[in-house]
């Protein structure tokens, strides 16, 4: 416990805390009074501390999102990185979201999970307790499923499909990104600062994306304030939609 508090910097209460929370492996226990920890509960523990600190996520929220359940606070799409780094920690514990337990609190979860992982957009996973997602992919499904909930559904023209289209840009700009991001930082610095700033930058660009997405739907999309009316913003064939 010494050794993995000095590797961490968090103090062995702390790690206790999270032990009683349920979100670290159990130690290996060869004697009585004795307990080892490895590199998996070192990993662990910088991931909680990590989903704390730069997520904003509290101890039973990082349980539920583990078990692919809601939390009442927003979990932004960053977190997830922290999440499956936590799963992947996890040795010996379950680390995937059964499909079973997303279509109890969701009907239709198990149907756009196969439509999504048709469109390689998600990957269900065989586990020996049925058909499972892992935690991303988990809540790729959950949002439409939100989405479902606010109106988005076949009858009003919006089948899950209709997310096919983000699939290829999305892969396109990570491969772009992520290509810039070493071509700018090799011979610049070592691996352990890249990779500081490389995790440090995801959650500032997905916010950013979002902001330049939201900005540029806004001039394909009108909304009339006075009779709420939406409208196709009309195009000029000369520039952009005005």
């Known amino acids: 416990m010494r050794d993995l508090e000095k590797r961490t910097g968090v103090h062995r209460e702390t790690i206790r805390v999270y032990f009683r929370h349920g979100l670290l492996p159990e130690p290996e226990r060869p004697a009585p009074n004795v307990a080892d920890y ?20 509290t101890l ?19 977190a997830f990185r922290n999440l499956e780094a936590l799963v992947a920690a996890r ?29 390689g957009i998600v990957e ?19 949002i439409w499923q939100l989405m479902r909930a606010e109106g988005y559904t076949e009858e009003n023209g919006f089948p899950p499909t209709v997310v096919d289209f983000y699939a290829k840009p999305a892969d396109m700009v990570a491969r772009e990104e992520s290509q810039r991001f070493i071509d700018a ?42 009779t709420g009316h939406v409208d196709a913003a009309r195009r000029d064939a000369n520039g952009p939609p005005k």
């Open 185 to 226: 930082t090799e011979g610049r610095m070592d691996d352990a600062e890249a990779a500081r700033i490389f995790h440090a930058g995801i959650r500032h660009m997905v916010d950013f994306f979002a902001l330049l997405r939201l900005k540029s739907l806004m001039r394909y999309i009108h909304f009339d304030d006075v």
């Open 38 to 57: 490895g590199e998996a509960h070192v990993q662990a523990v910088l991931a909680v501390r990590k989903l704390q600190r730069d997520d904003g996520l």
């Open 124 to 142: 269900i996973l065989d586990t020996p307790k049925g058909p499972a997602l892992s935690i991303m992919d988990s809540r790729i499904v959950t």
């Open 60 to 78: 039973p929220q990082i349980k539920e999102a583990l078990r692919g359940q809601n939390s009442e606070g927003r979990v932004d799409a960053a």
């Open 91 to 119: 040795v010996g514990m379950d680390g995937e979201v059964l499909l079973e337990t997303l279509t109890a609190a969701w009907p239709y979860a198990e149907h756009d999970a196969k439509v999504f992982q048709g469109l």
